[in-house]
T-cell receptor, first 112, second 112 residues
Framework: DAEITQSPRHKITETGRQVTLACHQT?????MFWYRQDLGHGLRLIHYSYGVHDTNKGEVSDGYSVSRSNTEDLPLTLESAASSQTSVYFC???????????FGPGTRLTVL | KQEVTQIPAALSVPEGENLVLNCSFT??????LQWFRQDPGKGLTSLLL?????REQTSGRLNASLDKSSGRSTLYIAASQPGDSATYLCAVRSGTASKLTFGTGTRLQVTL
């Protein structure tokens, strides 16, 4: 069965370190998204991609970057982790931009 | 800027009761609206997707309605069961990049 996976599921890091969160989907979807979920804010869009080599900023993109070298993967990089980036991160994908989005299980990141 | 509000934030009902969850959004120029379920520590599972031209969608015991002109959607759950206990999220797709904007969710507990 097609699925979307994220790794690691839990990560603890220190302020200032570079961190990369992996997202891999086997749906063969063109569209992939990264969200963060925080209490009181709901899910907020960080970055998204509509295809290979395409990346776009979402509403909370500062301090994050993504690159899309193939259809299956959209890694999220925190260039220099900050305590404000402690959150749960979700990756999602969809076949077309307006289609249902399918979500991964999430990565809980703690920045100390 | 699109804003999505869900009321109530939390709800506890006895098993067997019918219930309604509410979602409101500020910009009626939407493409579609999606209801998700999130279990603790898990990702999001899509329940229903309503296109802007539709008035309602049904799946089993779930029925979602959409009144685009008034900026409202409701999720009706019939004959609630303890397994329905979860957080329910409403998300609206709108804007030039057709991005999803999420509400903060309604946490539902169905008691025996």
């Amino acid at each position: 069965d097609a699925e979307i996976t994220q790794s690691p599921r839990h990560k603890i890091t220190e302020t200032g370190r570079q961190v990369t969160l992996a997202c891999h989907q086997t749906w063969n979807h063109n569209n992939m998204f990264w969200y963060r979920q925080d209490l009181g804010h709901g899910l907020r869009l960080i970055h998204y991609s509509y295809g290979v080599h395409d990346t776009n900023k979402g509403e909370v993109s500062d301090g994050y970057s993504v690159s899309r070298s193939n259809t299956e993967d959209l890694p999220l990089t925190l260039e220099s982790a900050a305590s404000s980036q402690t959150s749960v991160y979700f990756c999602a994908s969809s076949g077309r931009p307006l289609d249902t989005q399918y979500f991964g299980p999430g990565t809980r990141l703690t920045v100390l | 800027k699109q804003e999505v509000t869900q009321i109530p934030a939390a709800l506890s009902v006895p098993e067997g009761e019918n219930l309604v969850l509410n979602c409101s959004f500020t910009d009626s120029a939407i493409y579609n609206l999606q209801w998700f379920r999130q279990d603790p520590g898990k990702g999001l599972t899509s329940l229903l997707l309503i296109q802007s031209s539709q008035r309602e969608q049904t799946s089993g015991r779930l029925n979602a309605s959409l009144d685009k002109s008034s900026g409202r959607s409701t999720l009706y759950i019939a004959a609630s069961q303890p397994g329905d206990s979860a957080t329910y999220l409403c998300a609206v797709r709108s804007g030039t990049a057709s991005k999803l904007t999420f509400g903060t969710g309604t946490r539902l507990q169905v008691t025996l």
